[in-house]
């Protein structure tokens, strides 16, 4: 096989279990950054790790908790619903429970208005 195909061959296997881990520790991947890991896997592998350093367990918090902020921040910066449901059911496979993601999106009201807590009610809905 000639030099060019074996690289490319190797680029796409690493691609793809890049997007199989990225799949298994967040539960869900969105198709852009399925996409962006088969154009450049060394840029979504630098982007991963901070991901993970960002919202995994820290030493003194907890990826839940820092799920919670995520959260917040998500529904004030008026992101898409479905960031807001897979960053939800993230927090919840770390052991958050539905009355926990109500309060953190009550929390949200006074500092992010209405708008913020209504998006964030919205996304909580669509939460199984």
Known sequence: MPQKATASKDRAQR??????????AR?????EW???ARKDPDFV???NRIYELG????QHVSAKVREFIAIALLAFRGSEKG???????RAMRFGATREELFEVLETCMVPGGAPTFQR????????K
Do not use: C, N, T
């Open 83 to 89: 960031a807001l449901v897979a960053h939800m059911q």
């Open 55 to 58: 919202l995994g367990d820290g």
């Open 15 to 24: 691609s793809e279990a890049l997007i199989a881990r990225m799949k298994k």
């Open 34 to 36: 399925e996409f962006a």
């Open 45 to 47: 592998e630098a982007y």
């Open 120 to 127: 964030g009610l919205s996304a909580l809905l669509d939460v």
């Open 27 to 31: 539960g869900y991947i969105y198709p």
